[in-house]
């Protein structure tokens, strides 16, 4: 069965479009249409009306629409973030094309509305070139970002923060960037935001759908789809081959591109914080007190890790041993189930070269990890103590056998030539039913062997 839902947006989402290009959206059940904002006020009056069942929007927006009453809506609600999407992509203060900064003076600053959202980094830039928002530059609310891109490059505004898209767009045609986001501080741009009570009612959907995002934004930022990503930056973001191509870049950039993990950190959250204290009407907001009301509402958020090598991420309830993770959902089958209970060392697995058994590990103690099971021990060819396993016919029924490669491993990692002695003292953790550790014990010597012989 597919779930629809309806998912606001100032800009086209590239990242959702390569979800769906890929399948990651069809795979986790869910059909989303993109519904375009017009502005902050009216996106969030939608969410809270149940319009939309959820929004990529500026995390100032969430803040706004929750903590502060005298807010662009004129009423607050429970409204959450969900996930961190990025860290702005791009986000600067542009000037129109031939405006340069001391003719700014008495020209208009446009925003999408002067007390949410974008308008902070744009007060905050404009006060950093010596000029003060009203006082200098009337303010103008023009709206979303892409019709304040129209409205700078049609010279209805000299000035406004453009990004995702609008700022390559602005900028080849001749406008000016003036200073980014990330000179202010840590950022987030956009977050994944719902109306909390539907989120409380069911929350699956939500949790598919950010797991999906980060996801394809986890792969985005190892590298992958990088192709995908440029095409579809080109199609949803009008942008020609060259800009594409920076988009994606910016994309996988880590001061303004996308969040792998989706965690919202307390520095970017921080810096919202005190932009909207300083630069804003409402009483004055603090982090700690902001977190502690709820508004990060994370507990649909995937573990994400590396299993060798591959950003991977899972729904997985925290609590659930690694073990389950590897075999049932990323259909790693090396890694064996023995005891359960931590004592065979069947399930063995490195956790950043470390030897752990992945029975007795909960998946969310990995997240940000570097998971190595059997089938990545070689780096994409047989690692020699596969090979001399193999040539030695070290093992019987075979099922002990991931665990004790995994482990002999990591300890020719740290000891190369280790002695017989240090060999058996160190897969003593190890179980082996069959009885087959005398021929286990030399093809480890012998790949060490080998491995100095190189
Ligand atoms: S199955 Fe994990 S140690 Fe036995
Ligand atoms: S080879 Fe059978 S348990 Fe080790």
Same mark, same amino acid.
């Given at each position: $069965? ?19 290009? @890929?399948?990651?959206l ?9 519904? #375009? ?25 969430v ?14 609600? /429970? ?9 702005g ?14 003719g ?33 530059c ?63 009612? /069911?929350?699956s ?24 990503a ?29 969040? #792998? ?24 907001? /603090?982090?700690? @007190?902001?977190l502690?009301?709820?508004? &990060? /509402? ?11 090598g591959?950003?991977?991420?899972? #729904? ?10 590897? +075999? ?19 399930? $063995? ?12 590990? #909960?998946?969310?103690? &990995? ?17 020699p ?5 193999l ?29 017989? @002695? ?16 005398? +021929? ?15």
């Amino acid at each position: $069965m597919t779930t629809l839902l309806r998912l606001g947006t100032f800009s086209p989402s590239v990242l959702l479009e390569v979800a769906r290009v @890929t399948g990651a959206l069809h795979a986790a059940g869910l059909a989303v249409e993109e519904v #375009p904002a017009t502005s902050s006020p009216a996106q969030f009056a939608e969410l809270l009306a149940g319009d939309l069942d959820a929004a990529l929007t500026s995390p100032d927006n969430v803040l706004a629409y929750r903590f502060v009453a005298d807010n662009p809506l004129g009423r607050t609600g /429970d409204v959450r973030v969900l996930a961190a999407v990025d860290r702005g992509l791009g986000l600067s203060l542009f000037a129109a094309p031939g405006r340069s900064v001391p003719g700014l003076r008495g020209s208009t600053l446009a925003v999408d509305v002067p007390g949410s959202g974008f308008a902070f980094v744009a007060v905050e830039l404009l006060a950093r070139q010596g000029l003060r928002a009203v006082g200098d530059c009337p303010v103008e609310a023009l709206g979303a970002t892409p019709r304040r891109a129209d409205a700078l490059l049609a010279g209805r505004c000299a000035v406004t923060v453009l990004n995702a898209g609008s700022d390559l767009r602005a900028e080849a045609a001749g406008a000016r960037r003036l200073a980014r986001a990330t000179a202010i501080g840590p950022y987030l741009g956009t977050v994944l935001a719902a109306h909390g009570p539907a989120v409380d009612a /069911d929350g699956s959907a939500f949790a598919a759908l950010a797991g999906v995002l980060i996801g394809t934004a986890a792969r985005l930022v190892a590298g992958e789809l990088r192709d995908v990503a440029r095409a579809a930056a080109s199609r949803r973001l009008a942008l020609d081959a060259r800009s594409a191509a920076r988009y994606v870049a910016t994309l996988t950039d880590p001061a303004e591109g996308l969040v #792998p993990d989706g965690r919202v950190d307390r520095a970017a959250l921080a810096t919202l914080v005190e932009l909207r204290n300083r630069h804003g009407a409402g009483p004055p907001l /603090d982090v700690d @007190t902001v977190l502690a009301d709820g508004v &990060v /509402d994370d507990r649909f958020l995937p573990v994400g890790f590396r299993a060798n090598g591959r950003p991977v991420t899972t #729904p997985a309830e925290p609590g659930t041993p690694l073990l389950y993770v590897l +075999r049932g959902d990323l259909g790693l089958l090396g890694t064996r189930f023995g005891c359960g209970s931590g004592d065979c060392g069947a399930c $063995m697995v490195l956790v950043d070269g470390q030897p752990v058994p992945s029975c007795d590990t #909960p998946v969310e103690s &990995v997240a940000g990890r570097d998971v190595v099971t059997v089938e990545g021990l070689g780096g994409g060819r047989p690692h020699p103590l596969q090979d001399e396993f193999l040539a030695g016919q070290a093992a019987q029924c075979g099922y002990c056998v991931s665990g004790i490669l995994v482990n002999a491993a990591a300890l020719l990692a740290a000891v190369p030539r280790p002695t017989e @002695t240090a060999v058996r003292a160190h897969l003593d953790r190890n179980l082996c039913r069959c009885g087959a550790h005398n +021929r286990m014990v030399r093809a480890v010597l012998r790949a060490a062997e080998r491995t100095e012989a190189r």
